[in-house]
C-alpha cells in the first residue's frame, strides 16, 4: 500500500463549485503538506501542518482552505473553484521535529481541471 | 529561505556520468541541501541530502565545496529512466518550508 494516498485522482468542475481533495498517510509521520504544481513550473506550497492543531498558509493559500481532521488526514478545499486553479496538486509529508532531514514523501497527485 | 540557480535543461548519453550544479550564494549556516527528483504527472522523489563536503548514496553523490555556496548532483552512468526534473532545495534541517524552484530537465538520450 503507498504511504501517502490522495483521491481523487482526477477532478473535473465547473467554476463556482466547492471542491475537496483528501490526502491520507500511513507513515504516522506528524507533518503534512499540500502543494500546486502548474505545468512547466516547480511545486508551490499552499498550506501545511505540523500536528493537528497546527495550521500554516503557504506562498499561495489564497482561495484554498484546509483541514486536518487527524494526524493521518490533511484535506485541501476550493471554495468557490476558478479556472486558474487548474493544476496538479500534490500532499506530502515528512517526519516531526528532531529530525534533520528535508525529505518530505509525496503522493501520486490529484489532477484538477476548472472549467 | 536561499534562492537556488541551476540549469534549465541538460542532455546526455546513456552510460555517461552527469552532473548538475546548483548555485546557492546566500546559503545560512543552518542550511541543509537537498536534492529530488520528478518524473511526469507523478510527486518529487527525494534523491540526496548533505551539509558539506561529500554524500553518497545508491543512487547519486552530492559534492559540497568548503564554501557551501555551490553544489553538485552526480548520477553514475544514467540510463534512459533517469530523464526527469532534478530540484535542489536549500533550507534548514527541520526548515518548515521548502522552495521548490523551476528544477533541471534532464533528458538522457540513447
Known amino acids: 500500500d503507498a504511504d501517502v494516498t490522495q483521491t481523487p485522482r482526477n477532478r473535473i468542475t465547473k467554476t463556482g463549485k466547492r471542491i475537496m481533495l483528501e490526502c491520507s498517510q500511513t507513515?504516522?509521520?506528524?507533518?503534512m503538506y499540500w502543494y500546486r504544481q502548474d505545468p512547466g513550473l516547480g511545486l508551490r506550497l499552499i498550506y501545511y501542518?505540523?500536528?493537528?492543531?497546527?495550521?500554516n498558509k503557504g506562498e499561495i493559500s489564497d482561495g484554498y482552505s484546509v483541514s486536518r481532521q487527524a494526524q493521518a488526514k490533511f484535506s485541501l478545499s476550493l471554495e468557490s473553484a476558478i479556472p486558474n486553479q487548474t493544476a496538479l496538486y500534490f500532499c506530502?509529508?515528512?517526519?516531526?521535529?528532531?529530525?534533520?532531514?528535508?525529505?518530505?514523501?509525496f503522493g501520486p497527485g490529484t489532477r484538477l481541471t476548472v472549467l | 529561505l536561499a534562492k537556488t540557480t541551476q540549469p534549465i535543461s541538460m542532455d546526455s548519453y546513456e552510460g555517461q556520468e552527469v552532473n548538475i550544479t546548483c548555485s546557492h550564494n546566500?546559503?545560512?549556516?543552518?542550511?541543509?541541501i537537498t536534492w529530488y527528483q520528478q518524473f511526469p504527472s507523478q510527486g518529487p522523489r527525494f534523491i540526496i541530502q548533505?551539509?558539506?563536503t561529500k554524500v553518497t548514496n545508491e543512487v547519486a553523490s552530492l559534492f559540497i565545496p568548503a564554501d557551501r555556496k555551490s553544489s553538485t548532483l552526480s548520477l553514475p552512468r544514467v540510463s534512459l529512466s533517469d530523464t526527469a526534473v532534478y530540484y535542489c532545495l536549500v533550507g534548514e534541517g527541520s526548515a518548515r518550508q521548502l522552495t521548490f524552484g523551476s528544477g533541471t530537465q534532464l533528458t538522457v538520450l540513447p
Open positions: 546566500n546559503i545560512a549556516t543552518n542550511d541543509y
Open positions: 548533505g551539509y558539506k
Open positions: 507513515k504516522g509521520h506528524d507533518r
Open positions: 501542518s505540523f500536528d493537528v492543531k497546527d495550521i
Open positions: 506530502a509529508i515528512s517526519k516531526g521535529q528532531g529530525s534533520s532531514y528535508n525529505e518530505q514523501f
